[in-house]
Structures are given as C-alpha cells and as structure tokens.
C-alpha cells in the first residue's frame, strides 16, 4: 500500500496563504480592544475533549505521542510568534454522555482545566472535541448505542455550556475517525457501529449551523482523518487482537502524527 505523506509535514499553496492570513491577524495591533478571547493576545489555549484516540491509547508515549500533544507542537511551528498552552483531557471509553455537563463526569476537570490554563495563561481559549467513537459502539461504552438524534442534542448542551461559562472562547468539531469493522475488544462495535458513526456525520454540521447565531465561535473542524484511515489502515492504525480477530481503531505513532495534522489545518481556520 502506497503510504500518504502525513498531513502536516508539507502546506499546499492555499494552506501556505492561510498561515499568512492567520499569521497576520495575530501580528496586527489595531482592532477591537482586548480580550480573553482576542487572538491578539498571541497566546492560545487548546482544551482537547475527546476519548482514548484523544488520549493516546496504546501509544509508547501518550504524554509526548498523543495526538493532542503533536498538534499544539505543530500549531507552535507554524506560528511561531503565538504561545500554545493545552491540556488532553481524552478519556478511554468515554462518550458524549461522560462528557454532558448535567453528568458530572468529565465537565467538571474539562473546566477545572480550562480554568488552570487561562489563570497561568489568559489568551484565546478553544476547545478541540472530537466524539462519537464509542457513541457508536452497539455495547459497552456508557449510553451506547447512541442515536444520531441523541448524539447531536450531547453535542449542542455541551458546547452551549462551554459558550456560556467562557464567553470568548470558540469550539472547534471534528468528526470522529474510522475503526474496522470487526471491530470488537471490551465492547462491541462492528459494522452497524461504523455505520452509526457515519450518521453522525451530518449532524455535526447540523450542529455546527445551530451556532450561527453566534458567529465566528463554533467551527466544523476536521472531515478528512476518517477516510485517510480508512485507507491507511495497516500503516497508521495500530493492529490488535480482539473477540473476532485482528482489529483497527487507534492511531500507531505514525498515525498520531498525521491526525494531529489534520486537527491542527481545522484549527488553524478557526482562528
């Protein structure tokens, strides 16, 4: 199998264009006055959400491998006059029912988190999410299955909580990647999960248009790792053994490395 370049290692000229626009706002001095939320400050801090991809499953390293942990290094290369700040709060076999703030499982440390970063750190805030891997799953992970209808209202209470409590801050969507269909370990996946996973789909775009009253804060983040791992399986995704044999859902080192690329393009338009 002929092995893509991993996203970040080259910039076509669009996304080079993009880097200067960027690089630009950033630079500037003039505007509205300062605030948290104001890219001016040229400092950022990334909250990741997310589960054990986020996390680093299965990684040598998940403190310096994991995929939050590259693409905060990749953003700080590319723009080099900005400080990164962030913090990986991906959860192995969590979903967006952990993650719902009338839970209190997870939202309470994603906050905690939040805060601890904009104390040390005050600057532009942004919450990187990506959910839906263990939503589709037909058993195991808490809530799970969830529905396409249910997974879009976790989504939206999720992230008008954040709106709420950190005004200034933007949330940027990812889809959630591709696993093989056999896939089947603590809890069940396979193919109906992949399937349910793909429903989600549209309706992160859904969700994403509900925000439009609120211009320039929630982003649709990245929609290219699920194929380039659909395709790239048996070099990216780590191979592991399962109740119905060999199967494929987590980034190798390699495979990290490539959707950190792919997170750190959608986050880059967003700012």
């Known amino acids: 199998m002929l092995l893509q370049q991993p996203p970040f290692r080259q910039l076509s000229l669009a996304g080079a264009m993009l880097l200067l626009s960027v690089s630009a706002v950033f630079g500037q001095g ?6 948290a939320g104001d ?46 700040f962030m913090s990986n709060q991906g959860r192995s076999g969590h979903t967006t029912v952990d993650v719902l703030p009338s839970s209190k499982l997870d939202f309470p440390a994603i906050e905690e988190a939040a805060n601890h970063l904009q104390t040390e750190h005050p600057g532009l805030l942004i919450f990187s999410i990506m959910l839906g891997g263990n939503d589709s799953a037909q058993s195991g992970p808490n ?17 008008s909580q954040l709106l709420l409590d950190y005004p200034g801050s933007k949330i940027v969507l990812h889809r959630p990647t591709w696993y093989s269909p056999n896939t089947h370990n603590a809890a069940v996946y396979d193919a109906p999960g992949l399937a349910r996973l793909q429903t989600y789909f549209r309706v ?68």
């Open 30 to 35: 003039a505007g509205s006055p300062s605030t």
């Open 39 to 84: 890219a001016e400050s040229k400092t950022v801090d990334i909250v990741y959400i997310g589960d054990s991809i986020s996390h680093g499953a299965n990684l040598p390293s998940p403190d310096t491998q994991a995929p939050p942990v590259i693409c905060t290094s990749l953003l700080r290369e590319r723009l080099t006059g900005t400080s990164f």
């Open 143 to 159: 809530g799970s299955p969830v529905p396409a209808i249910n997974y879009g209202v976790n989504l939206r209470a999720i992230i």
């Open 204 to 271: 992160i775009k859904s969700v994403v248009h509900s925000f439009s009253n609120t211009p320039g804060r929630v982003f649709e983040g990245d929609t290219a790792a699920f194929t380039f791992f659909k395709t790239h399986y048996q070099t990216d995704l780590t191979p592991e053994q399962g109740k119905e044999g060999t199967f494929y859902l987590h980034p190798n080192i390699q495979g990290a490395q490539a959707l950190a690329g792919f997170w750190s393009k959608a986050i880059l338009r967003a700012l």
